[in-house]
Structures are given as C-alpha cells and as structure tokens.
C-alpha cells in the first residue's frame, strides 16, 4: 500500500510559476514509476511528466521547457515545478505511482487544483 499527499496547487496569473509536491508513504520501495497527471474540465486526465525506471522522464509536449519535476528520495517527494503558466494549464492535478510493473499506475493522490488566469 502506498499513499500519496499533494500540496501546492493555487491561483496564478498566467505567465506565473507554481510548484506541487507530492509525498509517498507506506511500501516506497514498491514504487517502479511516479509522477504527475492532469484532469481539465470536461477533458481525459493525461500524463504531465513522470520518472521512468533508470531516472529518465516521459514528459507532455506542450509542458517540455516550462514544468520540471525533480524528486527527493531522503524525503520520498516528487516536485513539480511548474513555470510560464498558461491558462490551459488549468487543471487538478494528480500524483501517481505504479507498483505493479503492468503499465498502469494504481496509487493516486486526492489531487491539487491549479488554476491559471489569463
């Protein structure tokens, strides 16, 4: 069992820059990928950016040179940051682990809005 707390998300004028945490607790060890995902209203939830096995990432392209995540193992945290925002930024956004080496991610957090004006 893992648990995921997100933290961070807000209002921003566009243009500004927010940063989301996200903290793993329980079975860490199990975790193969981790990172962030995205939900807009009235749209599928998409992969933002996350760690691949190895320290590589699989990012968005329409977040590549703008989000950075970075992580801090001592702390089991996963950081989003998050620059240049744009209103179609607009979104909750959620932390995810995989744990079951299937393709899936099966632990999620409760999510974080963030929420970008124009």
């Known amino acids: 069992q893992v648990t995921l707390v997100e933290s961070g998300g807000g209002t921003v004028q566009s243009g500004g820059s927010l940063r989301l945490s996200c903290a793993a607790s329980g079975n860490v060890f199990e975790i193969y990928r981790m990172g962030w995902f995205r939900q807009a209203p009235g749209k599928q939830r998409e992969l933002v950016v996350v760690f691949l096995p190895g320290g590589s990432t699989n990012t968005l392209n329409s977040v590549k040179g703008r989000f950075t995540i970075s992580r801090d193992n001592a702390k089991n945290t996963v950081y989003l940051q998050m620059n240049s925002l744009r209103p179609d930024d607009t979104a909750v956004y959620y932390c995810?682990?995989?744990?079951?080496?299937?393709?899936?991610?099966?632990?999620w957090g409760q999510g974080t809005q963030v929420t970008v004006s124009s």
């Open positions: 995810a682990t995989d744990t079951l080496l299937d393709g899936s991610y099966n632990y």
